[in-house]
């Protein structure tokens, strides 16, 4: 069997598809190490699974907002009892699966074809948390209507298309003072676990409390009262203890012993215990809500096309109120934080980033791929996509190329016909991996700057900060404010006192400055700028370069290229270098 998939894998790296992801073994300059064809397959397995919760949890918290259905009930203005209402929202719901299905699989495959980058994209948790409860508000009692709410996420993703055209958006990724962006990676990991410990997608361990921020839950979602689980109920959940022993220990053991495919087996047997009916960890109880779940499981295969909103944006902006500004304003700079944070640091966990340039392989690719995917996700009716945390499970599984988000794009694709089974995977059965996907990421945590404390506590608040507030941006954002309020002070005292005021670890900063190699416009600005007709695609490098193990090529993994010195000559002028930026602090 080990001999019959190498055969697959060196098949597949000698040929043009190995040599257009770089994969191991296809002779590519710049091939990945240890990226192989069926390693790739499985990781864009592990990361949709992984992620498929988002096809029915999206759809859930976007039918909140009411969509395109108007509450005509003026005795009741949330027609918590009308009937008519009630069907309509059945019908979003189901547009909203699709469409859900539908833009992941999209961008995802894009993303993975073009920019040959292992992260697939959704429409983001949290984002559309904020798009339904603040902006259109519960059944549409918020400042901005649906259809309003709706353009301002299209006009924002072709914002985001210029943005990442001018490089603005590397720029930020690489700018980033780089403890931050480490610690962003951990605070990642946390929100993950968080997630993970949730009801909406997770175990149910934990829940909001009203005495303390969070409390210990682990009841049955009936016995909740208040949103608290009652004491005398606490850890009595067996789908919470189902989720635990067999999606939780029983995954970490194979990972322990390396066994491949660990992530998709905890999830599938915790899925497949859940689904029959009478037993007490079933995902379709005897409510008239489980009823209707299983009804729509038992379809199997069935296409349901977007009805109630497709392209549904209203482009009267005549008599609106500043709201609509606000929301257009905050779903810019929270997806910009979100979106880029997350692409970084998933690459970063990838093993993708230019330690020399802070930046990754295909960046300006895979924001124009974000970007496009806001746009075309708002005409599905849906809140702004994402890059997705939950590509950690794929990258944890070995995936390093496109080929694992093409493959998860593909799996959303067939999903959209098979929505009843893949939107009955029940969220204690991604709630352990998404923890344990955490733990994983928490190990950049020992390469964070520790010994300055400017470094150092930015970082924590950062990664403190992203899990607590359940948001990647505001995360970010303290922690960028915190470094340049301490960094900038300690600066300001220095210079004033005529070098006499000095902070005593100042030798353990990280240096730190925003003219960063590579400058400000994305390489393929460039190479249209030197007249290269074919811009689109790297320079190549020349047949005559032999590889090095010297470090002075600057990030090429040992490229000597020839014209650069060599030897202490190249060692000498790269230690000038690292001087240099010193001190442009």
Same mark, same amino acid.
């Given at each position: 069997?080990?001999?019959?998939?190498?055969?697959?894998?060196?098949?597949?790296?000698?040929?043009?598809?190995?040599?257009?992801?770089?994969?191991?073994?296809?002779?590519?300059?710049?091939?990945?190490?240890?990226?192989?064809?069926?390693?790739?397959?499985?990781?864009?397995?592990?990361?949709?699974?992984?992620?498929?919760?988002?096809?029915?949890?999206?759809?859930?918290?976007?039918?909140?907002?009411?969509?395109?259905?108007?509450?005509?009930?003026?005795?009741?203005?949330?027609?918590?009892?009308?009937?008519?209402?009630?069907?309509?929202?059945?019908?979003?719901?189901?547009?909203?699966?699709?469409?859900?299905?539908?833009?992941?699989?999209?961008?995802?495959?894009?993303?993975?074809?073009?920019?040959?980058?292992?992260?697939?994209?959704?429409?983001?948790?949290?984002?559309?948390?904020?798009?339904?409860?603040?902006?259109?508000?519960?059944?549409?009692?918020?400042?901005?209507?649906?259809?309003?709410?709706?353009?301002?996420?299209?006009?924002?993703?072709?914002?985001?298309?210029?943005?990442?055209?001018?490089?603005?958006?590397?720029?930020?990724?690489?700018?980033?003072?780089?403890?931050?962006?480490?610690?962003? =990676?951990?605070?990642? %990991?946390?929100?993950? !676990?968080? $997630?993970? +410990?949730? &009801?909406?997608?997770?175990?149910?361990? *934990?829940? /909001?409390?009203?005495?303390?921020?969070?409390?210990?839950?682990?009841?049955?979602?009936?016995?909740?009262?208040?949103?608290?689980?009652?004491?005398?109920?606490?850890?009595?959940?067996?789908?919470?203890?189902? =989720?635990?022993?067999? %999606?939780?220990?029983? !995954?970490? $053991?194979? +990972?322990? &012993?390396?066994?491949?495919?660990?992530? *998709?087996? /905890?999830?599938?047997?915790?899925?497949?215990?859940?689904?029959?009916?009478?037993?007490?960890?079933?995902?379709?109880?005897?409510?008239?809500?489980?009823?209707?779940?299983?009804?729509?499981?038992?379809?199997?295969?069935?296409?349901? %096309?977007?009805?109630? !909103?497709?392209?549904?944006?209203?482009?009267?902006?005549?008599?609106?109120?500043?709201?609509?500004?606000?929301?257009?304003?905050?779903?810019?700079?929270?997806?910009?934080?979100?979106?880029?944070?997350?692409?970084?640091?998933?690459?970063?966990?990838?093993?993708?980033?230019?330690?020399?340039?802070?930046?990754?392989?295909?960046?300006?690719?895979?924001?124009?791929?974000?970007?496009?995917?806001?746009?075309?996700?708002?005409?599905?009716?849906?809140?702004?996509?994402?890059?997705?945390?939950?590509?950690?499970?794929?990258?944890?599984?070995?995936?390093?190329?496109?080929?694992?988000?093409?493959?998860?794009?593909?799996?959303?694709?067939?999903?959209?016909?098979?929505?009843?089974?893949?939107?009955?995977?029940?969220?204690?059965?991604?709630?352990?991996?998404?923890?344990?996907?955490?733990?994983?990421?928490?190990?950049?945590?020992?390469?964070?700057?520790?010994?300055?404390?400017?470094?150092?506590?930015?970082?924590?608040?950062?990664?403190?900060?992203?899990?607590?507030?359940?948001?990647?941006?505001?995360?970010?954002?303290?922690?960028?404010?915190?470094?340049?309020?301490?960094?900038?002070?300690?600066?300001?005292?220095?210079?004033?006192?005529?070098?006499?005021?000095?902070?005593?670890?100042?030798?353990?900063?990280?240096?730190?400055?925003?003219?960063?190699?590579?400058?400000?416009?994305?390489?393929?600005?460039?190479?249209?700028?030197?007249?290269?007709?074919?811009?689109?695609?790297?320079?190549?490098?020349?047949?005559?370069?032999?590889?090095?193990?010297?470090?002075?090529?600057?990030?090429?993994?040992?490229?000597?290229?020839?014209?650069?010195?060599?030897?202490?000559?190249?060692?000498?002028?790269?230690?000038?270098?690292?001087?240099?930026?010193?001190?442009?602090?």
């Amino acid at each position: 069997m080990v001999g019959f998939t190498r055969k697959i894998n060196d098949a597949v790296a000698k040929s043009i598809v190995g040599r257009r992801f770089r994969l191991d073994g296809s002779g590519h300059a710049k091939s990945r190490e240890n990226a192989r064809f069926l390693t790739e397959i499985r990781a864009g397995f592990a990361t949709f699974f992984a992620m498929a919760y988002i096809i029915s949890v999206n759809a859930t918290i976007l039918t909140d907002s009411g969509g395109t259905c108007v509450c005509t009930d003026a005795s009741d203005l949330t027609c918590a009892d009308n009937l008519e209402y009630k069907l309509c929202l059945g019908v979003i719901h189901r547009d909203f699966i699709t469409g859900t299905a539908a833009i992941a699989a999209l961008t995802s495959f894009c993303m993975g074809l073009f920019a040959n980058m292992p992260i697939a994209l959704a429409p983001g948790m949290g984002l559309n948390a904020y798009f339904t409860y603040t902006v259109v508000g519960f059944g549409g009692s918020g400042p901005v209507s649906y259809q309003l709410a709706l353009t301002a996420v299209f006009v924002e993703g072709f914002v985001f298309v210029g943005l990442s055209l001018l490089g603005l958006r590397q720029w930020l990724a690489r700018v980033i003072p780089a403890s931050i962006k480490l610690a962003s =990676g951990v605070g990642i %990991g946390l929100y993950l !676990t968080i $997630i993970g +410990l949730t &009801y909406s997608a997770g175990i149910g361990a *934990i829940t /909001g409390a009203t005495s303390t921020p969070l409390e210990l839950a682990g009841c049955l979602v009936e016995d909740i009262i208040d949103g608290v689980c009652p004491g005398s109920t606490k850890m009595r959940s067996p789908m919470m203890w189902l =989720g635990i022993f067999c %999606g939780g220990f029983v !995954t970490a $053991i194979l +990972l322990a &012993y390396k066994v491949k495919g660990a992530i *998709i087996a /905890g999830i599938l047997l915790v899925s497949i215990l859940s689904w029959p009916r009478p037993t007490s960890v079933t995902y379709f109880p005897y409510t008239p809500v489980g009823n209707d779940n299983f009804d729509f499981f038992k379809k199997v295969v069935t296409f349901h %096309g977007i009805q109630n !909103t497709l392209a549904v944006q209203d482009w009267n902006l005549s008599g609106v109120s500043g709201q609509f500004g606000l929301a257009f304003i905050t779903f810019l700079y929270v997806d910009i934080l979100d979106c880029t944070g997350t692409l970084y640091s998933m690459a970063h966990f990838a093993g993708a980033i230019d330690e020399e340039t802070q930046d990754f392989e295909g960046s300006a690719v895979a924001y124009l791929v974000d970007a496009l995917g806001i746009s075309i996700g708002s005409l599905f009716g849906l809140s702004p996509v994402t890059a997705f945390i939950e590509s950690g499970a794929g990258i944890s599984e070995g995936g390093k190329t496109g080929l694992t988000a093409m493959t998860t794009g593909l799996c959303f694709f067939i999903s959209i016909f098979f929505a009843p089974i893949f939107a009955s995977i029940p969220p204690w059965a991604t709630g352990c991996t998404l923890i344990i996907v955490g733990s994983m990421m928490a190990k950049a945590a020992k390469d964070i700057n520790w010994r300055y404390f400017g470094d150092a506590l930015p970082a924590f608040i950062t990664l403190a900060v992203m899990p607590f507030t359940y948001s990647i941006a505001y995360g970010l954002i303290a922690g960028i404010v915190s470094y340049m309020i301490i960094n900038t002070t300690t600066w300001v005292l220095e210079v004033v006192s005529g070098g006499r005021i000095v902070v005593p670890d100042k030798e353990f900063k990280e240096p730190w400055t925003w003219k960063v190699k590579g400058g400000l416009l994305p390489a393929w600005v460039v190479r249209a700028g030197r007249g290269k007709k074919d811009f689109r695609h790297e320079d190549q490098i020349p047949a005559e370069v032999q590889r090095s193990e010297s470090a002075s090529t600057g990030g090429l993994s040992g490229v000597k290229v020839p014209g650069l010195r060599s030897g202490s000559d190249a060692e000498a002028k790269s230690e000038d270098e690292e001087n240099g930026a010193r001190k442009l602090d």
